[in-house]
């Protein structure tokens, strides 16, 4: 079950042709739907992306604790999901992305988004870059 403050960014972003308010606005936003790795029920997650040529770029930052957040769990146990971006709702395929050019997607979002330096700098754990590919139309 999503956060409260979560949910309510869903609830607006879905309500709004996929704007919000406060901290995303005017921010590139998705939102992940991805199966749960022990529960097999769908968990849906906002977070902000970069668009890479016909991919999407997300951080799996988990605001630098020292933990991997819950959607990449489920990510790395079903790489399939839903992403949803604006008003379009498709299916992806999650992949890790690793060395250079993790090095180079992961400074490309700090550059946009610096609260990615801090989380980097806030955890011992190398946080993961994922690239979401979108399988169907």
Partial sequence: M???????????FR?????????????????????GA???????TPMLYLADG???????SN????HHPSWYHNLRATPEATAEVGTETF?????VVEGTERDQLYARMAEQWPGFRD??????????????YRTAA
């Fill in 2 to 12: 999503p956060s409260e403050f979560n949910q309510q960014t869903i609830d607006e």
């Fill in 15 to 35: 309500a709004n042709e996929g704007r919000v308010g406060g901290m995303f606005e005017g921010r590139p936003l998705v939102l992940l739907t991805t199966t």
């Fill in 38 to 44: 022990k529960s097999g029920k769908p968990s849906t």
């Fill in 54 to 60: 016909d991919r999407y770029i997300v951080i799996a």
């Fill in 63 to 66: 605001a630098g604790r020292d």
């Fill in 91 to 95: 299916e992806i395929k999650a992949v």
């Fill in 119 to 132: 989380y980097e700098a806030q955890t011992s754990r190398r946080i993961p870059v994922l690239a979401l």
